[in-house]
């Protein structure tokens, strides 16, 4: 079973970036595809963006694609989420979330999860 630790939120400017890390504990985790999603107050869930088992794989939400990066170092069970260019729009909560090999879009889809973290862009 595979653990999931968020770090890198924060407070930032319009227009500045922050990297997201997830770790992973548990030793099958090149094994699993990985999402970031986030929650914003009053909203539900949404997908940020995907990576498949070897990173080979990716996908974005629209709102986020250009400024966003997802990316996974399966030698050090880490997952990155790389973010240039926020928005106020990208104030939320960022989960990492995990899947048995195969990527998905729905939140719903998704097994394991990790505690979040904030992310809020001031303008």
């Known amino acids: 079973q595979v653990q999931l630790v968020e770090s890198g939120g924060g407070l930032v400017q319009a227009g500045g970036s922050l990297r997201l890390s997830c770790a992973a504990s548990g030793r099958t985790f090149g094994l699993y595809a990985m999402g970031w999603f986030r929650q914003a107050p009053g909203k539900e869930r949404e997908f940020v963006a995907t990576?498949?088992?070897?990173?080979?794989?990716?996908n974005y939400a629209d709102s986020v694609k250009g400024r966003f990066t997802i990316s996974r170092d399966n030698a050090k069970n880490t997952l990155y989420l790389q973010m240039n260019s926020l928005k106020p729009e990208d104030t939320a909560v960022y989960y990492c979330?995990?899947?048995?090999?195969?990527?998905?879009?729905?939140?719903?889809?998704?097994?394991?999860w990790g505690q979040g973290t904030q992310v809020t862009v001031s303008s």
């Open positions: 990576i498949n088992w070897s990173g080979s794989s990716k």
């Open positions: 979330a995990a899947r048995w090999m195969v990527t998905s879009h729905r939140p719903g889809e998704y097994d394991l």
